[in-house]
């Protein structure tokens, strides 16, 4: 098939799992366009998927740039072209907008087939942004105008009924990582490194776009009770609005020389593979990406049970989940986890199993191209009965 896909470049889970369905995809004998206002930040292989800038020109009479209006050309341009089957927009605001908009404008101009536009959502699309008053019926509106809907966890599927007025089906399919890549891969001279062995005994890592629901304040309050009790060490991987913020928590406990923040990084899989326990105590996580990442590497998670979390996490098998104001109860799970190698051990071995045999790329991307068939093939989730939702 001939696919665009359409996502944010910056860090984030919708932009990394769009960039890893695109290349997933191309691998697998289609042509991917990939489309975003700049090159996707886990796009590594150019040579199989082709990228289209969108370019959004600044104009003294608006406020602010017209992305929308410019998303929507590009993808129009594309189609065009490329004769794209499918138009898959990853992130409802404002992506499943311009998607529609794109699809109007081709249905009144000669040209070629009009893709079928799908729409994924991620979570904060929905949970954050999406049901704002200010957005809401819109997005809603835009969702219902897709040929096909899906949502990466039962949670998200469920809080977008009860939060947007959407009646289109909902698809089920998650999250996946390439578990050829994301494996243990321990080396001791990054251990060393990253946690010198004659300063701490433990290292503590959390990894997000530090955003508030990313709670960087709370992962900062975990180590804190935890280092009351153990020689351990806090690494920050990503960059965001509330890095600031975990630079003066960790000033305030006075642990700045226990605390790394180690920016984005192009690669985490050694730094996950070298960890003790992960720390991802967030308001809310529509699935958890950077958990399974974490879970795929072989360190255990301890996180907050919201959203989907739950369904990414068996608590007390392969890892810990704890109500998010329960923060002494997180402690206690990460100083297990530190004192109890052997459950430590357990935890690791069963939760990278339990990705294996659920979030694998080889076991969800047949998912979406069944769905893209369905859709290409005349089958509708819009027609097939709003009034499922």
Avoid: W
């Amino acid at each position: 098939m001939r696919i665009g896909i359409v996502c944010y470049a910056s860090v984030g889970g919708s932009g990394i799992v769009a960039t890893e369905l695109a290349t997933s995809l191309a691998h697998r004998g289609h042509r991917v366009h990939l489309i975003s206002s700049d090159l996707p930040f886990r796009l590594r292989d150019t040579n199989h998927v082709t990228f289209h800038r969108v370019d959004t020109p600044a104009y003294p009479l608006f406020r602010e740039p017209q992305y929308v209006l410019s998303l929507s050309t590009r993808i129009v341009q594309v189609v065009r072209e490329h004769r794209l089957d499918v138009v898959h927009a990853h992130y409802a605001v404002p992506h499943a907008a311009a998607a529609y908009l794109a699809r109007q404008i081709l249905a009144a101009s000669d040209g070629p087939p009009i893709p079928k536009i799908i729409t994924t959502l991620h979570g904060t699309d929905i949970t954050l942004v999406g049901s704002d008053p200010s957005y809401a019926e819109t997005v809603a509106f835009c969702i219902d105008q897709s040929d096909g809907v899906t949502a990466v966890s039962q949670s998200l599927k469920d809080d977008t009924y009860r939060q947007l007025p959407v009646r289109s089906p909902i698809e089920v399919i998650p999250n996946f990582l390439d578990c050829e890549r994301y494996q243990p891969r321990p080396d001791p001279e990054v251990r060393a490194r990253l946690c010198p062995p004659d300063r701490y005994d433990g290292l503590l890592v959390h990894m997000s776009n530090l955003r508030p629901v990313k709670r960087v304040d709370a992962v900062v309050q975990i180590f804190h009770l935890v280092r009351a009790q153990a020689r351990v060490k806090l690494l920050l991987v990503g960059d965001g609005p509330d890095r600031s913020l975990a630079v003066q928590r960790a000033s305030e406990f006075g642990l700045s020389e226990h605390v790394d923040i180690l920016g984005e990084q192009d690669d985490i899989r050694q730094i996950l593979s070298v960890g003790d326990v992960f720390l991802l105590p967030s308001a809310q996580e529509s699935f958890g990406l950077a958990a399974m990442e974490a879970m795929a590497c072989g360190l255990p998670v301890v996180a907050s049970r919201v959203g989907g979390v739950p369904e990414v996490i068996t608590h007390g098998e392969t890892g810990f989940l704890h109500h998010p104001d329960d923060l002494a109860g997180m402690a206690n799970s990460a100083l297990a986890l530190l004192r109890d190698r052997a459950l430590h051990d357990r935890i690791a071995h069963a939760a990278r199993i339990d990705v294996v045999q659920r979030f694998c790329e080889q076991r969800i991307v047949p998912q979406y191209e069944a769905f893209y068939s369905r859709l290409v093939a005349g089958s509708s989730t819009a027609d097939a009965g709003l009034a499922d939702g």
